[in-house]
C-alpha cells in the first residue's frame, strides 16, 4: 500500500500540531553538537509520526532526523524531520516545520512541508506541480544576479570545519540584493519555489533536510542540483535551487 498526497498531508499537520501546542512552553534542550540542539517537541512530533507510518505502512523504510535509519521489506523510503529548525524553535523564533518526504524506487514522489505557526502548507506530487495550501506555485522570473534575493545556512560544525559557507555568504551578498538565513532548509526551498526567495544553497546537510523542500521547489519551476551541478543533490547533501533565470550566475559564484 501506497500513501497519497494527502496521507502526507495529514501527518504532517499532526506533527505540527504537537510543535504548536509545544511552542509557548518552557522547552527541554539537550544537545547532539555543541550548536546542534533536541527538544522535547522533536520528540513528541517524531514518535508521532513513526507511530502513524508504521501502523498504515509498515513496508517502507525510514530516514528520521533523531531515530536515524529503520529497515523496511519494500524499495519505499521516508524522509521524516519532526522539526526543521529546532534552534529557532527553542528560542521562541516562530520560524520551523515539518518535513515529509516519499520515494519509491529510488524516485522522490510525495512531499509535504508543514509550517504550523502561519498555518502553510506546501506539497507537491512529482509530475504534478506545487502548490501552498491548495494553491499552486511557481518560481520567480529573475534573471539579473543582482535584482536577486538568496537564502542559505550553516553547517552544525562551524565552528571547525573549513566548507563554513561564510566565503560564499560574503560573496553573494555583495552580488545581490541579499542573502538571508532562516533557519529551516525545508522552508528556504518551498519559498524558493513560491517565489519569495531566488535561490537558495547550503553544504553539509542530511537527506531529511531537503528531500521534501527538495521535490516542492522542483516542482514549482526551480533548476534543482548539487551546488558542484549534479543531478543528484541526496548523494553529496548539498543543493543548490534557483529561478532558472540565475542558476547558472548562482553556480559560478559557488566555485
Request: with cysteine; charged share 25%; proline share 4%.
Amino acid at each position: 500500500m501506497k500513501p497519497t498526497l494527502q496521507d502526507l498531508e495529514r501527518l504532517a499537520r499532526g506533527a505540527g500540531a504537537i510543535l504548536r501546542e509545544s511552542y509557548n512552553t518552557e522547552h527541554t534542550v539537550h544537545y547532539k553538537g555543541i550548536i546542534d540542539p533536541v527538544t522535547e517537541a522533536d520528540h513528541a512530533s517524531e514518535a508521532f509520526l513513526l507511530g502513524e507510518i508504521k501502523a498504515r505502512f509498515p513496508e517502507g523504510h525510514i530516514l528520521a532526523e533523531e531515530s536515524g535509519s529503520i529497515q523496511g521489506t519494500n524499495e519505499d523510503i521516508w524522509y521524516i524531520d519532526p522539526l526543521d529548525g529546532t534552534v529557532n524553535f527553542a528560542h521562541h523564533i516562530p520560524i520551523f516545520c515539518v518535513s515529509i518526504g516519499f520515494a519509491s524506487h529510488g524516485v522522490l514522489t510525495l512531499a509535504a512541508v508543514y509550517d504550523p505557526m502561519r498555518d502553510e502548507m506546501f506539497t507537491a506530487e512529482k509530475g504534478k506541480g506545487a502548490f501552498l495550501n491548495g494553491k499552486r506555485i511557481q518560481v520567480s522570473a529573475v534573471n539579473e544576479l543582482e535584482k536577486s534575493l538568496l537564502v542559505t545556512g550553516f553547517p552544525y560544525d562551524t565552528w571547525n570545519t573549513e566548507l563554513d559557507n561564510f566565503k560564499y555568504f560574503e560573496r553573494l551578498a555583495k552580488r545581490t540584493q541579499g542573502v538571508r538565513r532562516l533557519g529551516s532548509a525545508a522552508l528556504d526551498l518551498c519559498y524558493v519555489g513560491a517565489g519569495r526567495f531566488d535561490g537558495f544553497w547550503e553544504f553539509k546537510l542530511k537527506p531529511w533536510d531537503i528531500a521534501a523542500g527538495g521535490l516542492i521547489t522542483a516542482e514549482a519551476g526551480a533548476t534543482v542540483t548539487a551546488v558542484d551541478g549534479s543531478a543528484d543533490y541526496l548523494i553529496p547533501l548539498t543543493i543548490l535551487s534557483t529561478a532558472p533565470g540565475i542558476y547558472q550566475q548562482v553556480k559560478e559564484q559557488l566555485k
